[in-house]
């Protein structure tokens, strides 16, 4: 068993942010958080600016949690903490900024989630990233928030998923813990797919099954004419 | 040849074109939003276009190696429907985009007071976002809708220099030469401009602030015509440098003055190739 996947903690974003070679991201940040404390809807603004503004680079010094993160993520997962949870009003303008996003927008929307504090309010926002067949919008949608709000066949679908569309299943929080006996008979069914149409089966489809799964494998044969 | 094809719509083209155009030296493309053929009906249907523009155009391009960035806007022919104006109330949020480079297609389909209403708003729009201007100017009637878009161009205050005035031809490229702002050349395989004709155009009026596109679509086009017509060029005795900056330069430099044009793949394709997952990988 491995240890579950940290949430990252708000103040580290905010130091690795600091952090960076880049001070002006930092000081944009602030910035913005004020004018987001005097106006509620600037975020509509701030929040597409904040790529911009901080840029796509990953950050230098992830917060644990945070691996893969781009400034902009943090950026973004700060100022949607800075909008009050209280009324809904943080989720409700989660689902804007995702509603309204490009794919950068949303993939830090998925980002935040376990941060912001809504529950299972947002799981439609993991459900609707699902549905698409971008790669960067489902690794950001089997983070930790799906591992602990989605629904378990929809988890089972999505990391049959990740395996079609080349999404490393390491993107998938605490697959092992989650993995169940139905995952392993759809992985199964998937080799054997893979193997009767003389393709290679995904080494980390093979990697999840158990003896006793590949035991009960068998091959496919095409039955013709007696 | 490296080429920025300042106006092709991607929607409309299959994953061998752009497999086509990467090999021919396209490397980065402007999607402007325009219509689809099929009126729609509603702020909905463009809402849901615009996030392909932004989302999953720019994804598929990548895996072929191609840079894409986009323009919004209502455009003329379905600024005529009233019940698509609503758009023009979502567009600021979707202007604020990083890969949103210009507010376009604008300019006159038919000519309508609804049309130059919502080509002013969003020439306004232009200024307030700091953006360029994609102009398209009209098929039927050309000369007079150009002169009519110059004019509100005018009125708008808005530099000339942020200003695409496309789909020119021998007709209409004279009023726009002196004005200030950009000329654009759409190449067609039967209509438009051919690449012969674009090249006369060039030993003419010479080969600055030119630009030259497939403005490939649904239609009879082809999205190989910018590189046909810089070997036009070549075979008319341009050197490799003038083509150089009709095909690149001149495009980079009018929709970098947005500030968010990146030309080559931007640095999140080059973390999502990091470590193993890369996205140019097939799906099963």
């Known amino acids: 068993m491995t240890a579950p996947v940290p949430v990252p903690a708000p103040a580290l974003l905010t130091s690795s942010l600091e952090a960076g070679p880049d001070r002006a991201s930092a000081a944009w940040l602030h910035d913005a958080l004020r004018r987001l404390a005097a106006d509620p809807g600037a975020l509509a603004v701030l929040f597409p600016a904040a790529g911009r503004a901080c840029g796509h680079r990953r950050l230098p010094e992830p917060p644990p949690g945070a691996e893969g993160w781009t400034a902009a993520d943090a950026a973004r997962a700060l100022l949607l903490l800075a909008v009050p949870a209280a009324d809904g009003q943080r989720l409700a303008e989660a689902e804007a900024c995702y509603r309204y996003g490009d794919a950068a927008e949303r993939v830090a929307v998925l980002r935040a989630l376990p941060l912001l504090g809504v529950g299972d309010g947002a799981v439609g926002l993991v459900e609707d990233a699902l549905r698409t067949h971008d790669t960067r919008l489902l690794a950001a949608a089997v983070g930790p928030y799906a591992r602990r709000h989605l629904d378990q066949a929809l988890w089972r679908d999505a990391v049959l998923k990740c395996l079609f569309t080349g999404v490393p299943l390491s993107a998938v929080a605490d697959l092992h813990e989650r993995a169940d006996r139905e995952l392993r008979v759809m992985l199964t069914a998937l080799v054997r797919e893979r193997e009767a149409a003389g393709r290679p089966a995904p080494p980390e489809a093979l990697a999840l099954l158990t003896p006793a799964d590949v035991a009960s494998h068998r091959p496919v044969t095409l039955r013709g004419k007696e | ?284």
């Open chain 2, 1 to 284: 040849m490296r080429i920025l094809d300042p106006h092709i719509h991607m929607t409309s083209r299959t994953t061998d074109d752009y497999r086509a155009m990467r090999a021919a030296g396209v490397r980065c493309v402007v999607e402007p939003s325009f219509w689809l053929g099929q009126p729609r009906t509603g702020v909905g249907s463009f809402t849901d276009y615009f996030d392909t523009l932004l989302g999953w155009e720019p994804y598929r391009a990548a895996r072929f190696g191609i840079a894409h960035h986009c323009a919004l806007a209502l455009n003329p022919k379905e600024a005529n429907d009233p019940r698509c104006a609503g758009v023009l109330d979502v567009l600021p949020r979707y202007l604020a985009k990083d890969s949103v480079v210009a507010v376009g297609e604008i300019g006159f389909d038919s000519g309508t007071a609804a049309e130059e209403k919502a080509f002013a708003l969003q020439l306004a729009l232009a200024a307030e976002h700091g953006l360029p201007a994609l102009v398209h100017t009209p098929h039927r009637d050309k000369a007079a809708g150009t002169r009519r878009s110059l004019a509100l161009v005018e009125e708008s205050g808005l530099d000339p220099a942020l200003v695409l005035l496309d789909h020119l031809n021998e007709v209409t490229v004279d009023q726009v030469a002196g004005s200030g702002c950009w000329l654009g050349f759409s190449v067609y395989p039967d209509t438009k401009m051919t690449p012969e004709r674009v090249v006369r155009v060039l030993e003419r009026y010479g080969t600055e602030r030119m630009l030259v596109n497939s403005a490939a679509d649904w239609g009879h086009s082809d999205p190989l015509l910018t590189a046909a017509t810089g070997r036009a060029m070549l075979a008319a005795g341009f050197t490799e440098d003038d083509v150089d900056q009709v095909l690149w330069r001149n495009p980079v430099s009018f929709y970098g003055q947005s500030g968010r044009l990146r030309p080559e793949l931007p640095d999140v394709l080059e973390a999502a190739t990091h470590e193993g997952n890369s996205i140019a990988r097939g799906g099963s």
